[in-house]
Every structure is written in structure tokens, then in C-alpha cells.
């Protein structure tokens, strides 16, 4: 059974600073890996998605890394700002259209 | 409209009560997908439509309806609902076939519901 999980749960870091939020998956049959950053009681925000042949994605200060065979996926944060201050989900797709989602990583960016 | 629109956006029902929830996307996806956010909880995948056919159940309770007219609408229908079912009710929009786009799933604001 695929399970996600999300280290930190919570974050609170400096504005300015370099960040890496953390996502690990038990079944390295992944489909592909999407990256989301949800605001309170709101929906989910689409950041970056990694196909499973992929070792990377970029977009503008968001990197995010996927090593399928260690069943690991990284979100690089550069130059945070309060602005980034969100619950950020990481999200599995494990054949067909099964989603697994990790709990999620509350990150604080302070002023 | 543009992207992923739910109505209603707040929704309190009572036990005995029958209401709908309603998504469409605007995106020109063939794939829509319905997921629980309850409290302290990761998301749940409830149902996946694929070109208007049902691909994903995820043992959900008969209470909660699935409905996928055409591949820009989906509804959920809710009956005899438990107090337990109150969440955050999301739904998404994905490409269904091949690699383009890798399935990169889109999202709407979400109804909460509240059974009271």
C-alpha cells in the first residue's frame, strides 16, 4: 500500500531564506508527482509536476526533485517571502488515476 | 469563468436532507475527480471520471453519489448525510490520455460542508 509522507509538518523560517520541504512515498510505481501549495480554506494550487522519467522541474524560485528508486521528492524554496506562507501538499500518482496525498508541510515565512 | 469553479462554496444540511454539489472545469480536460479534506487529514480521493466514466471508487459510502454528465461537469450527490462528513469537498480536472500534461491535476476552491 502506498503511503506519503510529508517531513517537516511545520516550518517557521526568516524571510530571505533557503528552504527544503520533503516528501517520501513507500512504492517507487509511481505514475508521476505533483506539487500543491494550499492557502487556508482554500483549494489547491497546482506548483510543479514531475512525470516519473523526470529527474526535476523548475519554476521561478520553486525547484523540485524526484529520485523514484529511493522514493524521495524534494521542493526547493529559494529567497522565501511571507507571501510563500502556505500549507504545501506533495501528491503521488500511482497508476491510472489513483491520488495519494502526503499530509502536508505549514510553512511560515516571517517578516 | 476560467479553470475549476464549485458551487455552492458553503453549504449546512441536516441529516434528512438531499443537496448537490456541482463542479466545472473549463480547462478542456476529459478527467474530473472528487476528494474529501476532512480536519487534521490528507486528502481522499473519492471518484475519478475518465472520459465520462467512472475509474476510481475508493470505497466511498453509498450516502455520497457520483454523477458525470459530460466531460466538463461533475456532481456529487449527497444523502443521509453523518455529522462525520463534514469537510472541505474538492474536485479537480486532469488530461485522461497519454503523457501531455503527465495528468497534472487542477483544482477548485472547494464547498464546505457543514451536516449538522
Known amino acids: 500500500k502506498q503511503e506519503v509522507t510529508q517531513i517537516p509538518a511545520a516550518l517557521s523560517v526568516p524571510e530571505g531564506e533557503n528552504l527544503v520541504l520533503n516528501c517520501s512515498f513507500t512504492d517507487s510505481a509511481i505514475y508521476n508527482l505533483q506539487w500543491f501549495r494550499q492557502d487556508p480554506g482554500k483549494g489547491l494550487t497546482s506548483l510543479l509536476l514531475?512525470?516519473?522519467?523526470?529527474r526535476e522541474q523548475t519554476s521561478g524560485r520553486l525547484n523540485a526533485s524526484l529520485d523514484k528508486s529511493s522514493g524521495r521528492s524534494t521542493l526547493y524554496i529559494a529567497a522565501s517571502q511571507p507571501g510563500d506562507s502556505a500549507t504545501y501538499l506533495c501528491?503521488?500518482?500511482?497508476?491510472?488515476?489513483?491520488?495519494?496525498f502526503g499530509a502536508g508541510t505549514r510553512l511560515f515565512v516571517k517578516a | 469563468e476560467t479553470g475549476v469553479t464549485q458551487t455552492p462554496r458553503h453549504l449546512v444540511m441536516g441529516m434528512t436532507n438531499k443537496k448537490s454539489l456541482k463542479c466545472e472545469q473549463h480547462?478542456?480536460?476529459?478527467?474530473m475527480y472528487w476528494y474529501k479534506q476532512s480536519a487534521k487529514k490528507p486528502l481522499e480521493l473519492m471518484f475519478v471520471?475518465?472520459?465520462?466514466?467512472?475509474?476510481e471508487n475508493n470505497s466511498v459510502p453509498s450516502r455520497f453519489s457520483p454523477e458525470c454528465p459530460n466531460s466538463s461537469h461533475l456532481f456529487l450527490h449527497l444523502h443521509t448525510l453523518q455529522p462525520e462528513d463534514s469537510a472541505l469537498y474538492l474536485c479537480?480536472?486532469?488530461?485522461?490520455?497519454?503523457?501531455?500534461?503527465?495528468?497534472?491535476?487542477?483544482f477548485g476552491p472547494g464547498t464546505r460542508l457543514t451536516v449538522t
Open positions: 480547462l478542456g480536460h476529459n478527467a
Open positions: 514531475i512525470q516519473s522519467s523526470q
Open positions: 501528491a503521488v500518482i500511482v497508476g491510472g488515476f489513483k491520488t495519494i
Open positions: 471520471y475518465s472520459l465520462e466514466e467512472r475509474v
Open positions: 479537480a480536472s486532469s488530461q485522461s490520455r497519454g503523457l501531455a500534461g503527465g495528468r497534472e491535476q487542477y
